[in-house]
DNA sequence: GCTGTTGAGTTGAGTGTTCAACCATAGGAG
DNA sequence: CTCCTATGGTTGAACACTCAACTCAACAGC
């Protein structure tokens, strides 16, 4: 990158805006989910993912594209949540490599419990907070942000998980709020 | 709360999209740093907030409301900064409890290496995807929720650092990206 | 001058995440 | 079949963040 294209004033503004309603925002949802659910929101993300499976089984490998989550992270969070009795981890007969992971019906338990408090604290910190014209705005950014991060490189080194976009639902599920 | 207020499909689809977006572009954000600058985002704000403030100096508590940090989390951070030699801290003289936390020459230019690269990237990576109503929309949104999350308590128990709306520039400053 | 409370800041244990290295199997190319 | 690379997944060390406990000083009220 030749010379450096610096935010102008309305950008910079913007930006620290984005940053500090982010942060404020998953900080109380990540409270919220730990204090009373004992989990973070990660393994709440995970969770849900095999709720909404086939069977409530995924492989490893699909279960950490579509939690947004590096190989490296589901294994040790699937690692914890077998501790828990929440998901169990089942070899792979077709492929010797690989390994399912099924959520429990401990687990579901457990997240339909959990489901509840987490949905209201994000209707609470931001549904409720926006007119509906500011929520579809949101929407339309946030769509428009995932499509651009997910298909080009961007930073050229090493990359990381492809990131594939999330496939969508499909099946009995917990009504979450991912 | 009587019973859950469960979010519509739409609501549904606008938290995962967001959820979605900010996990990319803040883990993008993130590795870009740690990459190129060796330090983590959280840090990168701390030396903004210094080089903000009058004679690159504040107290460690105002530093942490600032910088939307726990007092504890920046007491572990600037003990980090310390030892990599871009933060100072001395005692107060007027508040014996207190100490004061400045960044050094080294810490400066430290940020001044880092600051091209990080705005680079939250140029590329947010900006250069949103049309201008876009990000209009965005900053609109964003600070509402900083609003909504900054004065009421929402969850009882516990609370947290108290978020005062930041004070924003004051001085010299590198030309940064917060 | 005491005593209790609040505020500033630190500390350590526990937990989650990352990165790089690693093992094992799958699937070609020769 | 044999190598060779790619894929699926795990592991351990390093590091950051959280929580709760703690220290020490300020500032009441009496």
């Known amino acids: 990158m030749a010379h450096t294209r610096w935010l102008d004033d309305e950008e910079q503004r913007t930006w620290r805006a984005f940053l500090t309603a982010q942060r404020l925002l998953f900080e109380r ?4 989910l730990q204090n009373e659910a004992r989990m973070p929101h990660g393994y709440y993300e995970i969770l849900v993912r095999l709720s909404e499976a086939p069977d409530r089984t995924l492989r490893m490998s699909r279960l950490a594209d579509t939690s947004l989550s590096s190989r490296s992270r589901l294994s040790h969070a699937v690692a914890r949540l077998e501790e828990a009795g929440w998901v169990e981890r089942t070899a792979c ?14 687990g579901l338990a457990a997240l339909q419990a959990a489901a509840p408090g987490h949905v209201e604290t994000v209707r609470s910190l931001l549904f409720d907070a926006l007119t509906p014209a500011q929520a579809a705005a949101l929407r339309d950014v946030s769509e428009t942000l995932v499509a651009h991060l997910t298909d080009r490189p961007v930073w050229p080194a090493g990359d990381d998980t492809g990131c594939p ?6 099946e009995e599920a917990c009504p979450e709020a991912g």
Do not use: F, H, K
């Open 93 to 106: 007969e077709t492929d010797r490599r690989g390994a399912w992971a099924r959520l429990t019906d401990a």
């Open 29 to 32: 949802v990540e409270r919220q």
């Open 165 to 170: 976009t999330p496939t969508q639902a499909e």
